[in-house]
C-alpha cells in the first residue's frame, strides 16, 4: 500500500498575529509548523501503513523553508519525502495550487503506483478546504471529504466515514482516491527519537515545475482564476432579526417577503 | 543541565520531553485518581519507540545503552513518575533476560520487546522474601522438560498488565541461595494467577499484584542462563537498573522543583513574591544544588558502564552468545557499589525536594489540585524499591570493605 500525504507549512496555530490595517496574517517572522489538519492525515496515513505495510510519502508545495515539514513528516513515521518549489508556483490560489499538487501526485505514481492521498481538512492559514477534493478533480478519481475514521482499508478499497451537515455518510472509495480528514481521524504521536534521527539525514526529492510537467500557464499569482482582493476582519453587527412561524414553510415564505423589502432579492 | 554526549542521548531528551509534556501530563492527575493503568499511555509510549531505546537495532531497537534508558526514565518521571513505569518497569523485567539470553532466546522474545508489543515484569519480591531475596520460597522443580513452579511473588510492579515475567525461583532448594535461578513465565501459563491487587501510597497508576503460581509447567527453554546462578543475574541487572531508579527520582526531584519555582515567583505575601524571601530563595537554591549534583551522579556512572555495555551488546550479537558472558570478558568487576551510591543519593535527594517544595508552597501544595503532593509521594518509592536507602548502604559498605582489603589496609 502506498499512501501519499499532502502537507503544508503554515504558521504555528499559537501564535498567529494578524495585521490591523490589512487585515491579513502577518508571515514575517513568525514561527512556522506543519498545518495541524495535516498533522492528523499523516498520523492516519503512518496508522494505516502500520497495519497493512506499504510506504507512506508526503508532498508539500513551498517555499525553501518548507523542508522542514517535510523532515518533520519523516520524524512522523513517513518513508519518502517530495517538494515542489519553483518561483512559478509563487501566488498560487487553490486551483493552481491543486493543480501542481496533483502534477507531482502524477510524477510521483510514475515512480511508484500511488493507491491513497490523504490531506487535511483544511489549512490554517486559508481555511479553503478545497485542496483534497480539487487534487480528485484534476486526477479524475474518487474524494471523500470530512473523513473522521477508516471504517475499514482493504487491498482495493476503502470505507470511510464522513461527516455531512446534517449527520455521517459511509462511503466506499477504489484506489486510487484521495480522502481528506478532521481531527478526530487519529490521535499524532509525539515525534519517535528513531524519528527525529531519521529526519535529520532524510533526502527531500525537490522538484521544479518542469520536472513535473505542469503547464506553467495555470500557474502563479498571475495564472489564477481567483484572487485576493481584500482581507478584513467582519463587522459585528447585533440588528439580526428572527423569522417566527408556525411551521418550516411559513417562515420561509416571511423571510422570502423579508428579503424582497430590504432588496436583496 | 543536559548530559547528553551524542546525537541519540540528545534527541532521547527531546522526544520524551516532548512525549511527557504532550501526552502524560493530561493523564497524570486522572490516572492517579483513578489507580488505573493507561493503556492510551502504553500506545504512545509504543509508538514512540520508548521500549526500544536501550535495545539493539537488529530487534528494531535504537542501539542505545544505559544512558538513553535513563534519561528517558528521568524525563517521564519529572512529569509522571507513575506512567513512566510502563517502559521502566518493562526494561527491569527484561534486563535480567538480556544479559543472560541465549541468541535463540534473544530472537524469541527481543523483537516484540523493542516494539513495545509485549510488556514484562519483574519477579523477585516475595511476602517472607523482601531485602533478603535469599529466602525466596517459590519453587521449580524439573519434570522433563519443564519446570513445575509453586510459590508467590508479591509487590509485583505492572502486574496483570505485563505479558512476560521474569522470575527468580529455586530449582535446588537443598542449596538454598545457590539453587536459585531465574525463569520467564509468560502470562496465561496454566496454573499462573494473579491475586490480591495492591492500593498504594504513590505511582499509583501502576498496577501491583500478587502472582501465584500453582503447579504451573514452564518448559525448560524459558531458564535465563544456568540453573543456580539467579541471584548472580539479579545483582547485574539491579546494577544496570537502580541507575535509573536513581534517574526516575531526579525526575521527580526536578519536576518538584518545575512546580514550585513558578508559583514562588509569582505568589505574593507580605506585598512581595515569596521566592525573594531569602530563607527561602536559598533553600530552594540547595534543592536544586543536590538534584543537579544527582544528575551529574547518575550520568557520570552510565556513560562509563555504557562504554562497556554496548561493546559488550555488540560482540555477543556478533559471536552469538550472551550479554553477561561478554561482559565478564571485557571486565569482569561490578558496578554494584557506584550503582547503589547514585540510587541512595538521588532516591533521598528526591524525597527531601518534594518535601520541601511542599513547605515552600504551603497550603495548596497539601491540595490534590496542585501536582505537588503526588510528587511526595511518588517520591517515596524510589527510596525503596530495587533495595531500600539502607541496602544500598550495605552495598556501598560491603564494596568498600573489600576494596580496602584487598589493599590490605
Known amino acids: ?197 531519521a529526519a535529520k539525514r532524510a533526502e527531500v526529492t525537490k522538484w521544479t515545475a518542469d520536472d513535473i510537467g505542469a503547464d506553467k500557464t495555470k500557474l502563479g499569482v498571475k495564472n489564477c482564476p481567483t484572487r485576493v482582493v481584500k482581507s478584513f476582519a467582519p463587522k459585528r453587527d447585533a440588528n439580526a432579526v428572527v423569522v417566527e412561524g408556525a411551521n418550516g414553510k411559513e417562515k420561509a415564505a416571511k423571510l422570502v417577503e423579508l428579503l424582497k423589502e430590504n432588496k436583496y432579492i | 543541565m543536559d548530559y547528553a554526549i551524542n546525537e541519540m542521548e540528545q534527541e532521547t531528551l527531546n522526544a520524551t520531553r516532548e512525549l511527557a509534556q504532550k501526552k502524560l501530563k493530561p493523564l497524570r492527575a486522572e490516572m492517579d485518581a483513578k489507580e488505573q493503568f493507561s493503556k492510551e499511555m502504553y500506545e504512545e509510549f509504543r509508538k514512540s519507540g520508548m521500549f526500544g531505546l536501550w535495545l539493539p537495532e537488529k530487534y528494531g531497537g535504537l542501539g542505545g545503552g544505559i544512558t538513553c534508558l535513563a534519561m528517558a526514565f528521568e524525563e517521564l518521571s519529572r512529569v509522571c513518575a507513575g506512567l513512566a513505569l510502563t517502559p521502566g518497569t518493562t526494561a527491569l523485567g527484561a534486563i535480567p533476560m538480556f544479559l543472560a539470553a541465549t541468541a535463540e532466546q534473544r530472537e524469541r522474545w527481543c523483537y516484540d520487546l523493542a516494539s513495545g508489543k509485549k510488556l514484562w515484569a519483574f519477579a523477585l519480591t516475595e511476602p517472607e522474601a523482601g531485602s533478603d531475596a535469599t529466602a525466596l520460597k517459590t519453587t521449580a522443580l524439573k519434570d522433563g522438560d ?11 510492579s505492572t502486574g496483570k498488565e505485563a505479558d512476560f515475567y521474569t522470575v527468580a525461583v529455586n530449582t535446588n532448594p537443598s542449596r538454598g541461595a545457590r539453587g536459585i535461578s531465574l525463569l520467564v513465565i509468560e502470562k496465561g501459563t496454566p ?34 542462563g544456568s540453573e543456580g546462578r539467579g541471584l548472580l543475574y539479579v545483582q547485574e541487572t539491579l546494577d544496570y537498573s537502580r541507575p535509573g531508579v536513581a534517574a526516575q527520582a531526579v525526575g521527580i526531584a526536578q519536576g518538584a522543583l518545575d512546580e514550585t519555582i513558578p508559583y514562588l515567583r509569582t505568589r505574593k505575601q ?46 555477543a550479537l556478533e559471536n552469538g552468545t550472551t550479554v553477561h558472558d561478554e561482559l565478564k570478558k571485557i571486565k569482569g568487576g561490578r558496578w554494584t557499589k557506584y550503582s547503589a551510591m547514585a540510587k541512595l543519593f538521588c532516591a533521598n535527594t528526591a524525597m527531601e525536594v518534594a518535601d520541601e517544595c511542599v513547605t515552600l508552597c504551603g497550603g495548596i501544595a497539601y491540595m490534590r489540585d496542585f501536582p505537588l503532593e503526588k510528587y511526595m509521594r511518588d517520591a517515596k518509592i524510589t527510596q525503596i524499591y530495587e533495595g531500600t536507602v539502607h541496602i544500598q548502604k550495605n552495598e556501598i559498605i560491603s564494596a568498600l570493605t573489600k576494596e580496602y582489603a584487598a589493599k590490605g589496609e
Open chain 2, 191 to 224: 496454573g499462573f494467577s494473579f491475586g490480591k491487587k495492591e492500593e498504594k501510597m504513590g505511582i499509583r497508576t501502576n498496577p501491583t499484584y500478587e502472582l501465584i503460581f500453582e503447579n504451573v509447567r514452564v518448559p525448560k527453554e524459558n531458564l535465563l
Open chain 2, 270 to 315: 507580605f506585598g512581595q513574591p515569596i521566592i525573594t524571601f531569602q530563607a527561602l530563595g536559598h533553600k530552594v537554591a540547595e534543592l536544586a544544588a543536590k538534584t543537579e549534583a544527582g544528575r551529574a551522579l547518575v550520568y557520570s556512572i552510565t556513560h562509563r558502564m555504557d562504554e562497556e555495555f554496548l561493546p559488550a551488546v555488540k560482540a
Open chain 1, 1 to 197: 500500500m502506498h499512501i501519499l500525504a499532502c502537507v503544508k507549512q503554515t504558521p504555528k496555530s499559537d501564535n498567529v498575529k494578524i495585521d490591523p490595517a490589512t487585515g491579513c496574517l502577518i508571515r514575517s517572522g513568525a514561527e512556522s509548523a506543519m498545518n495541524p489538519f495535516d498533522e492528523y492525515a499523516l498520523e492516519e496515513a503512518v496508522t494505516l501503513k502500520e497495519q497493512l505495510g506499504g510506504t507512506v510519502s508526503v508532498i508539500t508545495m513551498g517555499p525553501p523553508a518548507a523542508e522542514n515539514v517535510l523532515r518533520d513528516s519523516i520524524a512522523r513515521g513517513a518513508d519518502k519525502v517530495y517538494q515542489l518549489g519553483d518561483m512559478a508556483f509563487a501566488g498560487s490560489d487553490t486551483w493552481s495550487t491543486s493543480y501542481a499538487l496533483s502534477k507531482g501526485v502524477e510524477k510521483i505514481n510514475s515512480l511508484e503506483k500511488v493507491d491513497l492521498i490523504i490531506c487535511g481538512k483544511q489549512t490554517n492559514d486559508s481555511d479553503t478546504g478545497h485542496i483534497g477534493p480539487q487534487i480528485s478533480a484534476w486526477l479524475g478519481i474518487p474524494n471523500a471529504a470530512f473523513v473522521r475514521r477508516v471504517v475499514q482499508a482493504g487491498d482495493k478499497s476503502i470505507v470511510v466515514e464522513r461527516l455531512t451537515e446534517d449527520g455521517t455518510e459511509v462511503l466506499e472509495l477504489p484506489y486510487p482516491c484521495v480522502i481528506s480528514v478532521v481531527k478526530e481521524i487519529s490521535n499524532p504521536r509525539v515525534r519517535s527519537v528513531k524519528g527525529r534521527m
Open chain 2, 146 to 156: 519443564y519446570y513445575v513452579v509453586n510459590g508467590t511473588k508479591h509487590f509485583i
